[in-house]
């Protein structure tokens, strides 16, 4: 929350002079900050669909003044993962049945062209990628078994990521790039069924042997099971208890 000085006006000195400094060395705006934090909160449910959000709590939460609050606010709202009430004020988007089949309209073809892509990169030398990939496999399982599902999710999540990444190609990256919010989003919410984990697996035993089209089918199944664990997960049991007799 920011200072007040004597006359009673927010002091903006603290923030402006590392705001300063960071702008010549090229750090994260303020507003930016507060869009990944209240993003990140979003993703956890520590703001749950639904929830409204007011400006000022939000702004002494992550210990900021409100004008990059607002800024990020309303960015999200531009976004779609915030809408604005009636009056005043925001709130948490709820996830509808027709926002997760067009999220997996859109993500189904791009994901299966980025694990081809990842693929033809393996048969062309990389390697670096494929071990990246077994390592977010390794921490998905253990997560797993520990019992830590928002971990597991986090781990699934960067293999998607990953494999984007491998893909060497800056036009789908950017593409990917403004669904990874929701798409976060969405596997927080749905379950991860065993059968899952095992896709990811081979989705990695086909990139990682080069072979592009295998890969591309492997992920094809993985996108259209996730896609229907996902909408049993959100519509059938409904939020707060995705799946719970999947395991």
């Given at each position: 929350m920011a200072q007040r000085n004597r006359t009673g006006s927010a002091a903006?000195?603290?923030?402006?002079?590392?705001?300063?400094?960071?702008?010549?060395?090229?750090?994260?705006?303020?507003?930016?900050?507060?869009r990944e934090e209240v993003l990140h909160r979003i993703v956890d449910r520590r703001y749950a669909q639904g929830a409204r959000l007011v400006e000022r709590e939000v702004a002494e939460e992550l210990h900021m003044s409100r004008v990059p609050v607002r800024e990020a606010l309303r960015a999200l709202v531009a976004e779609g993962l915030l809408e604005l009430l009636p009056h005043s004020g925001v709130r948490?988007?709820?996830l509808e049945h027709a926002d997760v089949e067009h999220?997996?309209?859109?993500?189904?073809?791009?994901?299966?062209?980025?694990?081809?892509?990842?693929?033809?990169?393996?048969?062309?030398?990389?390697?670096?990628?494929?071990?990246?990939?077994?390592?977010?496999?390794?921490?998905?399982?253990?997560?797993?078994?520990?019992?830590?599902?928002?971990r597991e999710v986090a781990a699934h999540t960067a293999f998607h990521e990953r494999v984007v990444a491998m893909a060497r190609?800056?036009?789908?990256?950017?593409?990917?790039?403004?669904?990874?919010?929701?798409?976060?989003?969405?596997?927080?919410?749905?379950?991860?069924?065993?059968?899952?984990?095992?896709?990811?697996?081979?989705?990695?035993?086909?990139i990682a042997a080069g072979d592009?089209?295998?890969?591309?089918a492997c992920t094809l199944l993985h996108v259209r099971d996730s896609r229907t664990v996902a909408l049993r997960s959100l519509f059938l049991f409904g939020e707060g208890h995705p799946g719970s007799t999947e395991s």
């Open positions: 903006t000195a603290p923030e402006a002079a590392p705001a300063a400094a960071g702008a010549a060395a090229g750090a994260v705006p303020l507003s930016a900050r507060a948490v988007r709820r999220l997996y309209e859109v993500w189904e073809p791009l994901a299966i062209q980025a694990s081809r892509l990842a693929a033809r990169a393996v048969a062309a030398g990389d390697t670096e990628g494929p071990a990246a990939l077994a390592g977010l496999l390794r921490q998905a399982e253990e997560a797993a078994a520990a019992g830590e599902g928002a190609n800056p036009l789908l990256a950017r593409t990917l790039e403004q669904l990874s919010w929701q798409l976060r989003l969405l596997f927080g919410l749905r379950a991860e069924p065993a059968h899952m984990r095992s896709q990811h697996a081979e989705m990695y035993r086909h592009p089209e295998a890969a591309a």
